[in-house]
């Protein structure tokens, strides 16, 4: 309905724009009449055209998204009829129209009113690759608990009162305590995590301290990283305590991430990696990737995110790969090379056997390294 009213509205302007046009040339001719008519002037011309080229493309789009003209589509899935006036409200993935029932779902809602508990469901979109997902008009559900006082360490206690439980399933889990018992991988126990990023237990390690004598020695200084699957945002934490500022993104997947890692004071940001890194050109000192980013990413996918990677960091900035696991076979023939495209410096560069149950299973292994973009291309 809504489309319909913009078209009218459209509609409604042409015709005006066209009356403005006649009535122009009906008073320079009453004026002074001139042996030839003067000519219309370019801007009104040119707003014309373009609003004929609006029509035109709105009554194609009306026409392919009517499932009764399209008689050999209409066993697709209807893409919601309101989505179209959505496209043109604010920009929003184009991945979003290969999941239409979810989407259908997502702007089921009574605008102006509570928002439905779905972040879940928003969660699923984006992990498909629709973000940005159209906004909409309704009250997003909060508690109505509030941290009463500032986090004193991004390792103290993360309170449990503010966070809606009920979204996540992670091991029946209900606070942040049982998160923690449930298993140290997490990054919910933070006294495990408070040990994180310090020591050099093996070569895959590469702890803070030395990450700031390597880029102080070739002065080349980190004031702002970012940390890509960053879980509950440890890496933040740490770096935090020396002055460095680290935006993580993270996805929720069952556990209140994006709340841990706000709860701690520091900066989550919920985005797929399928996402264009939200930050200008060449702002960044250092980007890590933990080990979500893995084999498990399609290659093309891979690909495009280490040159989005290569766009953020500024000359002579860091990309950290941190654990990352592939088959033994594929970091040579496949990963390797991928790697060697941007041209970075290979400032650490160590593989060793990933020697849990799955990595013997699938003979995988560990790559850590970190490279340094070059000056100059
Ligand atoms: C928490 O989520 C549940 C269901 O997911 C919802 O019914 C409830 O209203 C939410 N609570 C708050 C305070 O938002
Ligand atoms: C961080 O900044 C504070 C305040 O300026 C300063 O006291 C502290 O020494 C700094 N810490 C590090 C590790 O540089
Ligand atoms: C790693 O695994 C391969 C294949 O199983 C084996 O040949 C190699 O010796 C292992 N390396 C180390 C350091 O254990």
């Known amino acids: 309905m809504g489309f319909t009213m913009g078209l009218n509205m459209i509609l409604l302007l042409a015709m005006v724009a066209t009356n403005i046009l006649s009535l122009y040339h009906l008073s320079s001719n009453l004026q002074s009449k001139p042996p030839a008519p003067p000519p219309v002037p370019d801007h ?10 609006t029509i035109s493309h709105l009554t194609r789009l009306q026409q392919t998204s009517n499932p009764s003209t399209s008689g050999a589509k209409a066993s697709r899935p209807k893409i919601p009829s309101d989505l179209l006036t959505y496209t043109h409200i604010s920009p929003i ?27 879940p469901l928003a969660e699923s979109l984006i992990l498909r690759g629709c973000h940005p997902l159209p906004r909409r008009r309704c009250f997003s559900r909060t508690t109505n608990a509030n941290p009463t006082s500032l986090p ?33 991988e997490l990054g919910f126990d933070l006294k495990v995590e408070k040990a994180k990023f310090l ?14 004598q390597l880029s102080r020695s070739s002065r080349s200084f980190i004031r702002l990283a970012l940390d890509v699957g960053g879980g509950t945002g440890t890496f933040a934490a740490q770096m935090k305590l020396h002055n460095v ?9 069952g556990a209140p991430y994006n709340e841990a890692v706000a709860l701690r004071g520091l900066l989550p940001l919920h985005v797929p ?41 500024r000359a002579g900035g860091y990309l950290w790969l941190d ?55």
């Open 44 to 53: 009104l011309v040119r707003q014309l055209q373009t609003i004929r080229a």
């Open 245 to 253: 500022t680290v935006i993580t993104t993270t996805m929720n997947l």
């Open 152 to 184: 004193t360490s991004p390792f103290g206690t993360i309170p449990d009162n503010t966070v809606n439980w009920s979204y996540y399933s992670k091991g029946n889990c209900k606070s942040f305590t049982c998160l923690a018992k449930l298993s140290p």
């Open 273 to 313: 990696l399928q996402q264009r890194l939200p930050v200008f050109d060449g702002v960044v000192d250092l980007v890590r990737c933990g080990h979500g980013v893995n084999r498990w990413i399609p290659l093309t996918a891979m690909e495009f995110l280490f040159f989005d990677v290569d766009r953020v960091l």
């Open 323 to 377: 654990h990352f696991f592939s088959k033994r076979l594929d970091l040579v023939k496949v990963y390797t090379p991928l790697i060697g495209k941007l041209g970075y410096k290979k400032v650490k560069w160590a593989v060793t056997n990933k020697t849990d149950s799955s990595g013997l299973k699938n003979g995988e292994v560990y790559l850590t390294a970190l490279l340094q973009k070059p000056i100059s291309r």
């Open 199 to 212: 020591e050099y237990k093996t070569d895959l390690d590469l702890p803070i301290s030395q990450l700031l």
């Open 93 to 119: 993935a184009s991945s979003c129209k290969d999941y239409p029932e979810l989407l259908y779902q997502y702007m089921n809602y009574t605008p102006f009113s509570l928002c439905p508990s779905d972040s």
